[in-house]
């Protein structure tokens, strides 16, 4: 098995940016989630209730996040492109993301009018905290997982051989994209094996040494079920879903995970050390 695609999504709910090379520091993958929308008070704003979200394109350096509009090619629209100087930290104000409160700096009224206007709501968006204290969902992750604005944990790992399963079910080839995962795994053998995952250790040659610790089966909700680029749904996709990876009345695709080591590089070859206990 090897790893043949690497995700990160600077703007939770938006379009991702495929990378050869994921970081992590404390909060997880450098660069993942560590913005996010929110409304007037404060809740965060995703593609379940905005589905337009999976048109903004974020361009992440180490000094601004250009935003742009895609068309339905996934080529950039005649919209114009916003560009935030994150190094300038706004207020901080109140985030709530699910059950959990946050901290988040304003990026701005200038970055608030360009999202409002292609969401068609009042929104705004904040930026992670250096400082960040939030903590991966203690019930199922180790102690002091730091997560940024993801939903819970810091990765979600997806088997190709998963989703070939599910697009031939679905008879149409299913993009990667709609399920949103960080790490893609290729040459995992059987479908949906990787519920069965416990640990992922790397080999000798990759250029770090840690594990990834699979730690809850991940519940899907409508998104995949939308084309990312035209936002058209689905119902194929649906029905395969409910086929193929309905589990106690829950549709469940790839695994939440965290990851104990300081890189992760396309190409990685990885190993199953340890399996679910039955």
Same mark, same amino acid.
Not at 189 to 205: K, N, P, V
């Given at each position: 098995?090897?790893?043949?695609?690497?995700?990160?999504?600077?703007?939770?709910?938006?379009?991702?940016?495929?990378?050869?090379?994921?970081?992590?520091?404390?909060s997880g993958p450098?660069?993942?989630?560590?913005?996010?929308?929110?409304?007037?008070?404060?809740?965060?704003l995703t593609q379940?209730?905005?589905?337009?979200?999976?048109?903004?394109?974020?361009?992440?350096?180490?000094?601004? /996040? +250009?935003?742009?509009? @895609?068309?339905?090619?996934?080529? $950039?629209?005649?919209?114009? !492109? &916003?560009?935030?100087?994150?190094?300038?930290?706004?207020?901080?104000?109140?985030?709530?993301?699910?059950?959990?409160?946050?901290?988040?700096?304003?990026?701005?009224?200038?970055?608030?009018?360009?999202?409002?206007?292609?969401?068609?709501?009042?929104?705004?968006?904040?930026?992670?905290?250096?400082?960040?204290?939030?903590?991966?969902?203690?019930?199922?992750?180790?102690?002091?997982?730091?997560?940024?604005?993801?939903?819970?944990?810091?990765?979600?790992?997806?088997?190709?051989?998963?989703?070939?399963?599910?697009?031939?079910?679905?008879?149409?080839?299913?993009?990667?994209?709609?399920?949103?995962?960080?790490?893609?795994?290729?040459?995992?053998?059987?479908?949906?094996?990787? /519920? +069965?995952?416990?640990? @992922?250790?790397?080999?000798?040659? $990759?250029?770090?040494?840690? !594990? &990834?610790?699979?730690?809850?089966?991940?519940?899907?909700?409508?998104?995949?079920?939308?084309?990312?680029?035209?936002?058209?749904?689905?119902?194929?996709?649906?029905?395969?879903?409910?086929?193929?990876?309905?589990?106690?009345?829950?549709?469940?695709?790839?695994?939440?995970?965290?990851?104990?080591?300081?890189?992760?590089?396309?190409?990685?070859?990885?190993s199953v050390m340890?399996?679910?206990?039955?």
């Open positions: 098995m090897f790893i043949s695609k690497l995700f990160i999504y600077p703007i939770k709910s938006c379009a991702g940016v495929e990378v050869s090379t994921l970081e992590f520091d404390h450098v660069g993942d989630r560590r913005f996010v929308i929110v409304n007037n008070d404060g809740d965060f379940r209730e905005l589905p337009q979200m999976a048109k903004i394109q974020p361009n992440l350096s180490s000094q601004y /996040l +250009r935003l742009s509009l @895609l068309n339905d090619e996934k080529k $950039a629209s005649d919209a114009p !492109v &916003l560009s935030v100087d994150i190094r300038l930290r706004g207020k901080l104000s109140r985030v709530r993301v699910w059950r959990d409160e946050v901290l988040g700096h304003d990026c701005g009224d200038e970055a608030a009018r360009w999202l409002s206007s292609v969401l068609g709501c009042e929104c705004r968006l904040m930026q992670l905290p250096e400082n960040n204290t939030r903590r991966a969902d203690p019930d199922y992750a180790p102690d002091n997982v730091g997560v940024s604005y993801a939903d819970g944990f810091p990765l979600l790992i997806v088997s190709q051989s998963s989703l070939d399963a599910l697009s031939a079910q679905a008879g149409i080839e299913v993009d990667v994209r709609r399920f949103r995962p960080n790490i893609v795994i290729a040459d995992a053998g059987e479908a949906y094996s990787e /519920l +069965r995952w416990h640990t @992922l250790g790397l080999d000798d040659h $990759a250029v770090s040494s840690g !594990v &990834l610790r699979m730690v809850k089966p991940c519940e899907r909700c409508i998104i995949p079920t939308r084309h990312p680029d035209t936002l058209e749904r689905s119902a194929d996709v649906m029905l395969a879903l409910k086929d193929q990876c309905r589990i106690n009345g829950r549709m469940i695709f790839g695994q939440n995970a965290v990851y104990d080591g300081t890189a992760l590089t396309q190409g990685d070859v990885v340890a399996w679910q206990s039955e």
